[in-house]
Structures are given as C-alpha cells and as structure tokens.
C-alpha cells in the first residue's frame, strides 16, 4: 500500500469519490452532457493557460504516475478459509482478496463498483457477474483483473 493510502486510508475506490463531487459541478454546467474526457481536457488546457510548471504534457505525466502508483490500494480483506473470495489483480501482480461472502454471486456483486472504475460497462454488468460466477476472470483494458474464486480452506 503507498504512503497516501497509509498515512489517510484511501483506496482505489475512495480516491474516485473524492474526484465525484468536482464531477458532479462540472457535468451540471453542460446539463449532464459533459463526458468525463472533457473534463481532464480542460483541466489539461487549464495547465497550459495557468502556466503550470511543465504545462498539460508534465501535468498529464504525473498524473499517469501518480494513477499508477496509486491503482494497487484497493480495499483488503482478511481472507476466509470457507466459502468465496473476491479478488482484484493490478497489472499482473499478486491477487489480492477484496471481499469474502458464502455465495459465488454475493462476492461477485462486491466487485461492481470496482469493476465500473476500471471501464466495465454498466449495461453489460449482469453479463459480466455470470462470467464471474463461472470462474472466468475479467480482465479490464488498463490491465486490472477480477475473479471470484472457491476458498481452498487455507490461508
């Protein structure tokens, strides 16, 4: 976990709720047609205009860096040795348990939120979660992978 999640508590998840409500502004003054992209445009033309330090391309940069380094803070949980886990893999690093529950279904339902996060749509979720029961992992575009798996009875 990296220094801003220790020292605050912040996981993956928490660090999109705080961007939330500079969303929700910024999408009312289109009335809802804003689309998140043109948001970090402007933010990026802001970097240009405003004279910050290295300007949109340094912005843009760091803060690729700073997304990366913070990706691997998702909520932890103590793994179960019965039932199932969920389970979240960044970049291929280690698996990471996220969430215990008794029913395949109930652990896969844990990881929407997280799933949506990463580019998993919305309307394809109920799909995805059938996937996941089966025993498939789902692997998003940004290289984040998510599976439900049978707890093995050890930890």
């Not at 405003?50 to 691997?72: C, K, M, Q, W």
């Not at 979660?129 to 290289?143: R, S, Y």
């Amino acid at each position: 976990m990296d220094f801003i999640a220790y020292a605050f508590g912040l996981t993956t998840p928490d660090r999109a709720d705080r961007a939330r409500d500079a969303w929700k502004v910024y999408a009312a003054a289109f009335d809802g047609t804003a689309r998140l992209q043109d948001l970090i445009a402007d933010l990026l033309h802001m970097a240009n205009v405003d004279e910050v330090n290295g300007g949109a391309a340094r912005t843009l940069e760091i803060a690729v860096d700073h997304y990366s380094a913070e990706l691997p803070t998702w909520p932890e949980a103590e793994a179960s040795p019965v039932g199932f886990h969920a389970e979240v893999s960044i970049h291929g690093r280690e698996w990471q348990v996220v969430a215990n529950g008794d029913e395949p279904r109930e652990v896969a339902t844990q990881l929407v939120r997280s799933m949506e996060l990463v580019g998993f749509r919305h309307g394809e979720m109920a799909g995805h979660l059938d996937d996941l029961v089966a025993g498939h992992t789902l692997t998003a575009e940004c290289g984040t992978a998510f599976r439900v798996r049978k707890a093995t009875g050890r930890i």
